[in-house]
């Protein structure tokens, strides 16, 4: 098959790998990781632009290198070539190898922050969480300046609030870094923050079976020409709406 994937560049590393390794031919697409900070529609609409762009008869499929990542997938049709996502709320399930696998790490791990090679490389001033883009990284000076005192002082703490959530750091390690760098500034991060840290294997067997046209219903879902791809609320995350 000839494949074309359209991936967060927060993936760069181990989206190659899985490239390099895939029995296909792959032509690859990386958009800015700033894409989370639109969310929501606004995001979903840069992504659908990149699907639309893709020719006509070119490829077999088009492969979504994301989760469901704060509803930033929802809504995406495709037009003339299936359209393939992982059942995976976000990148950091996608390092873990199984929605199952993140599933439980995230329970046991109340309040973690997770980094990875790609997160610091390239997602670093992004942040975990679905949020607006009406100042989330914005000083309170510019907040007030821009909404007023009052305005600007609730804003900050409403989205200053999930800093107090954090206890822990865990990096994730994919194999894929190339020397000590990545886990020093991890465990510089946790130290510098006060959280405890904690290096953790990842499992890049679920993003190898995406390149690898394995696509078991279980780990992904399928849009066929004129279907959507639409967040389903439930275990299964993602679904597909006629």
Same mark, same amino acid.
């Given at each position: 098959?000839r494949?074309?994937?359209?991936s967060?560049e927060?993936?760069?590393?181990?989206?190659?790998?899985?490239?390099?390794?895939s029995?296909h031919?792959v032509?690859v697409? !990386?958009?800015?990781?700033g894409l989370h900070?639109?969310?929501?529609?606004?995001?979903?609409?840069k992504?659908?632009?990149?699907?639309?762009?893709?020719?006509? /008869?070119?490829?077999q $499929?088009?492969l979504?290198g994301y989760g469901?990542?704060?509803?930033?997938?929802d809504?995406?049709?495709? *037009?003339?070539t299936?359209l393939?996502?992982? @059942?995976?709320?976000?990148?950091?399930a996608? &390092?873990m190898?199984s929605h199952?696998?993140y599933q439980?790490?995230?329970?046991d791990?109340?309040?973690?922050y =997770? @980094?990875? #090679?790609? %997160?610091?490389e390239?997602?670093?001033? &992004?942040?975990?969480? #679905?949020?607006n883009t009406?100042?989330?990284?914005?000083s309170?000076?510019?907040?007030?300046?821009?909404?007023g005192?009052?305005?600007?002082?609730?804003?900050?703490?409403?989205?200053? @609030? =999930? *800093?107090?959530? =954090? *206890?822990?750091?865990t990096?994730?390690? #994919?194999?894929l870094?190339?020397?000590?760098?990545?886990i020093?500034e991890? +465990?510089a991060?946790?130290?510098?923050? /006060?959280w405890?840290f904690e290096?953790?294997p990842g499992?890049? $067997?679920w993003?190898?079976?995406?390149?690898a /046209?394995? %696509?078991a219903?279980a780990? !992904?879902?399928?849009?066929?020409?004129?279907? @959507?791809?639409a $967040?389903s609320?439930d275990t +299964?995350?993602?679904?597909v709406?006629t």
């Amino acid at each position: 098959m000839r494949l074309k994937l359209i991936s967060c560049e927060v993936l760069f590393r181990e989206m190659c790998a899985a490239c390099a390794h895939s029995p296909h031919q792959v032509d690859v697409e !990386f958009l800015p990781k700033g894409l989370h900070d639109l969310g929501g529609k606004p995001m979903a609409a840069k992504i659908q632009d990149a699907v639309d762009r893709t020719p006509e /008869g070119v490829y077999q $499929a088009i492969l979504l290198g994301y989760g469901l990542c704060g509803n930033g997938l929802d809504g995406l049709i495709a *037009r003339h070539t299936p359209l393939v996502l992982p @059942r995976a709320h976000d990148c950091i399930a996608l &390092l873990m190898g199984s929605h199952a696998r993140y599933q439980a790490y995230f329970e046991d791990n109340p309040g973690t922050y =997770y @980094r990875s #090679t790609g %997160w610091l490389e390239r997602g670093k001033g &992004l942040q975990q969480l #679905t949020h607006n883009t009406i100042g989330f990284d914005e000083s309170l000076e510019a907040l007030i300046l821009k909404y007023g005192d009052d305005n600007g002082r609730y804003l900050y703490e409403e989205m200053t @609030r =999930y *800093r107090s959530q =954090y *206890r822990k750091l865990t990096f994730i390690e #994919t194999g894929l870094e190339a020397d000590g760098k990545f886990i020093a500034e991890a +465990s510089a991060e946790a130290e510098e923050k /006060g959280w405890s840290f904690e290096r953790l294997p990842g499992n890049l $067997a679920w993003l190898g079976r995406l390149l690898a /046209g394995e %696509w078991a219903e279980a780990e !992904f879902v399928v849009a066929l020409p004129g279907q @959507r791809i639409a $967040a389903s609320y439930d275990t +299964s995350i993602v679904k597909v709406q006629t």
